[in-house]
């Protein structure tokens, strides 16, 4: 339903919580070097904040959260290093995927996992499998994935089903591409997070971002906690989102009733409107510009 979307066609409802939010978690090595423990150290603490953050964006109803864990250029880095994060990941998933079969999220992986050893693999395959069918959120984790390579692969599936398929060579359309991208069947990311001080994108979803809002955090990713979701998106709501149109266009901007967006008319009482997103129930604000709601229960 997401395919063949041209950038400049429409633009997508703005709405008071995120549908996507994508993440490069940054600050693991730092967060250790600080306490004089080896980096593997960072990284397993990393893995404890992706737990709590994936439990954080389910409260709040956020629908996609897609984690950077492998850049293509990770593998770079020491060898102990490259391989004490494949076994974190395969420990990880062995662990958790249970939990997020029943609650209800979809796993998936994004980025050339051919790379990886086979029992890696197929761990992803089995957890992928096991949870497609899942609806109330979806875990991507972009593993050994670059930006460039996701548009680079993208082009070489279409060249190669237009061969298959013995179509005429044509020009190549900005919606034919997207529906040949990793997250193809996912609404682009509206909100972006940098965790660890930098502020660059660094090769993650290159296309995809092209009008997400960016948010930029000191915090180190093991440091990364429910609060630190709901600071990104009370941001986020503080936006303009006005994708090519003038501000004036957006204040005049009819609400889409099809989304799911809180209920802002003014004259609606009481004070504070408790709304379902989805199946958590939380109190939400009844201005644009107030606190975004507390997670309950969120480590
Ligand atoms: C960046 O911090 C972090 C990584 C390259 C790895 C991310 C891995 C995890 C969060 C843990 C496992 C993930 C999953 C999905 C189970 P860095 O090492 O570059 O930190 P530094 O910039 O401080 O050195």
Redesign the pocket.
Known sequence: MFRGRESAASAPPVDGVPRHVAII??????WARQRHLP?IA??RK??AA?RATVQACGELGIEHLT?F??SSE?WRRPADEVSA?ME??AT?IEQEVSRLHEHGVCFRVIGDRARFEPRLQQLIADAESTTAGNRRMTLT?AANYGGRWDITQAVNRLLAERAQHAEPAGPISEGDLAAHLSLADAPEPDLFIRT?GETRISNFLLWQLAYTELWFTERL?PDFGAQDIQDAVEAFRNRERRFGRTSDQIRRAPANPADRSLDRSPDRSPDRLMVAVREVEVTLPRHANDPVPKVVGAG
């Open positions: 978690m940054d600050g693991n090595g730092r980096r960072g990284h990393g893995a992706v984690l864990a492998f990770n994060l974190l990941f990880a984790i660890g990713w």
